[in-house]
């Protein structure tokens, strides 16, 4: 049997390319999961394991969606070699369990891991940069201004916390928290 694996790292990413492509290859079945890569514990991935058996074919469109490291690709490449899995990773081909084909995974799966590291640290020095700006503010910026969040507390002063969420579009558990933090500086 044909299966297929698509996984993004993040909720807001998208699987619809990575699905049509694989139904376009021919997987009769596709686990899919958003989940980051950095855990090995993949909930989708680790059924889809389950469900391999010798003769079967593995199908992925790029390495890095089985695996972000070295150790781990081999790891879980050679497992499946073991099982007599048949693993193609559609940029790459098919991958072979011969002197030559595991050299290649090494390989690819270095680079891979490199890149990755690569980005952590490039991420790490943009923030190092930002931190010593003036107005840096660790964490996502705040959906709503100051100023609103004092109006819903204002308003909470007549309404139930119900009614000003869906006065405000602000939720119940930011106006608690507003104003629990609002107590705490009095």
Do not use: W
């Amino acid at each position: 049997m044909k299966y297929g694996y698509a996984r993004v790292s993040t909720a807001i990413q998208e699987l619809e390319v990575q699905l049509t492509t694989l139904e376009n290859e021919g997987c009769q079945r596709i686990f899919s999961e958003k989940y980051t890569g950095v855990k090995t514990d993949r909930p989708e991935f680790n059924e889809l394991l389950a469900h391999l058996e010798e003769g079967d074919t593995l199908v992925a469109t790029k390495l890095d969606r089985l695996a972000r490291n070295t150790e781990e690709g081999i790891k879980v490449i050679r497992e499946l070699f073991e099982k007599g899995v048949k693993v193609h990773i559609l940029n790459l081909g098919i991958l072979e369990d011969t002197p030559m084909g595991r050299f290649f995974l090494q390989t690819l799966l270095a680079v891979a891991e490199l890149e990755r590291s690569m980005i952590i640290e490039r991420m790490a020095e943009g923030k190092a940069i930002a931190k010593q700006r003036d107005d840096y503010i660790e964490g996502r910026p705040p959906k709503f201004s100051k100023r609103q969040i004092e109006l819903a507390i204002e308003l909470l002063n007549d309404n139930s916390y119900k009614a000003v969420a869906e006065m405000t579009g602000i939720s119940k558990t930011t106006l608690v928290r507003a104003v629990r933090k609002a107590r705490a500086t009095e």
